[in-house]
């Protein structure tokens, strides 16, 4: 096993390049099974959560090359099994995109129910009834979502609440339904529209993404194409309130400044200066850092994965700051290891107020899920002392080279091999 190891007290300053979005590699490589055909994916993040995706397609007899580092060629014609067993889903939440995708392809699946973080009720009622309302019967039997239709047809699906996974397992489902699908109160992340796009690269009709009703008209038959999946808004947001905390100075390379506008909008609050070029922002911050009051919001707001990075500049702040989680009821677990490094934090339910200290001290904590162990990183980064994080198995799902990274912009961070035969994490 491995754990990070950080000694904190150096400012961040450099250039840092943002890999490509894991929301959206996770969501695009099950949609090739929709096409039949071969896919070409450039800007594929090297992330754990893509390599297993990539797995499960080969297990399913996709033919997957890797051309580079960041560019892989599907072909999914040679295909033959709608069929996803818990083996290979028990470390992906994004798995249940499958279904959508097999559902697409051959009126029918039959999937585990997925793993990955553990921050709250996953509830997949919302995926369930958009796929009812298309024509299928699903429903849940020995832990496995088995989904089946004579034919898909297209519907009205509103979404009882903004749901990201419904909205995109209901587009994989409905291009190729008969008719026209519209979902409404549709999910608006970057991502969605990064799957709209990719979809009719293959020949879709999707319509609306970015905004709150989608409209898909149904075709026959789809073909592959060549990709270029958006930078990672979060992974972006990462370095960016890193270099913020640190009182640092970096360029963030290779981004989308409409996507930070949220995360960019909070940091300057906070007092630090975000200035925006056409595919970059730098981020550099030389004063005192100032409370702010935070919500988590679906898109536009205040992403709720930017939460737990962004709460650690809450930690040392002048002042008392208020958080509000509204996305999951259960993603404020981290602030135990906060405390434990000197935060001052109350939480009550989705609340959390914390009182600015003037430091953090280096202490042994853990990753309780991928953005909580970004958030114990930047904290071990601010701190005084030596941070060593366990469960790091989380943080390798979605940062790509993170410890390279981090180490170019002048942290002194490493990984260190460790034995722990009491407390094996649990699966990411």
Not at 105 to 134: M, Q, T, W
Not at 201 to 226: F, N, Q, S
Not at 307 to 335: C, H, K
Not at 347 to 356: K, L, N, R
Request: glycine share 8%.
């Amino acid at each position: 096993m491995e754990k990070l190891v950080i000694h904190g007290g150096n400012r961040l300053t450099g250039e840092v390049e943002i890999s490509g979005a894991k929301n959206a590699a996770v969501a695009i490589i099950p949609a090739t099974l929709l096409a039949q055909d071969v896919c070409r994916i450039e800007n594929i993040p090297n992330i754990s959560d893509v390599v297993t995706m990539v797995r499960i397609l080969s297990n399913m007899g996709a033919v997957v090359r890797y051309l580079n580092k960041h560019t892989i060629e599907i072909d999914t014609r040679p295909v033959n099994s709608y069929i996803v067993p818990h083996e290979m889903t028990k470390k992906l939440r994004a798995s249940y995109y499958l279904i959508g995708a097999l559902l697409g392809r051959y009126n029918r699946a039959k999937v585990s129910l997925p793993g990955g973080c553990n921050f709250g009720v996953r509830p997949i009622d919302l995926h369930i009834k958009g796929f009812e309302l298309l024509g299928a019967t699903a429903n849940v039997e020995n832990a496995m979502i088995v989904a089946s239709a004579d034919h898909l047809t297209g519907a009205s699906v509103y979404m009882d609440k903004v749901s990201v996974g419904a909205t995109i397992n209901v587009m994989l489902a409905a291009v190729k339904a008969r008719g026209l699908t519209i979902i409404e109160n549709a999910a608006k992340e970057p991502h969605i529209v990064d799957l709209a796009n990719f979809l009719n690269a293959m020949g879709a009709d999707v319509r609306g993404a970015g905004t709150d009703v989608i409209k898909i008209r149904g075709v026959t038959h789809l073909h592959g194409c060549e990709y270029s999946i958006i930078p990672d808004q979060i992974e972006a947001g990462t370095y960016m309130v890193a270099a913020a905390a640190t009182k640092g100075d970096v360029l963030v390379k290779n981004v989308i400044p409409k996507h930070l506008e949220s995360i960019s909008a909070k940091l300057v609050e906070c007092g630090a200066q975000v200035i925006e070029y056409d595919d970059a922002v730098r981020v550099r911050c030389d004063g005192p850092l100032k409370r702010c009051n935070l919500k988590t919001m679906p898109h536009p707001g205040f992403p709720t994965d930017m939460q737990p990075q962004m709460s650690v500049i809450l930690a040392i702040a002048n002042g008392t700051s208020l958080v509000s989680e509204g996305v999951w009821d259960n993603r404020f677990r981290y602030v135990d290891q906060l405390i434990r490094m000197g935060a001052n934090v109350q939480v009550d339910g989705t609340i959390a107020v914390f009182q600015g200290v003037e430091e953090l001290t280096g202490a042994p904590v853990r990753a309780d899920d991928l953005r909580a162990g970004a958030a114990m990183i930047i904290a071990g980064l601010v701190a005084r002392g030596t941070t060593e994080i366990e469960d790091i198995i989380y943080i390798d799902r979605g940062y790509e080279d993170y410890v390279e990274k981090l180490r170019d912009l002048g942290a002194d961070i490493y990984r260190k091999e460790f034995r722990d035969d009491h407390n094996q994490p649990a699966a990411g």
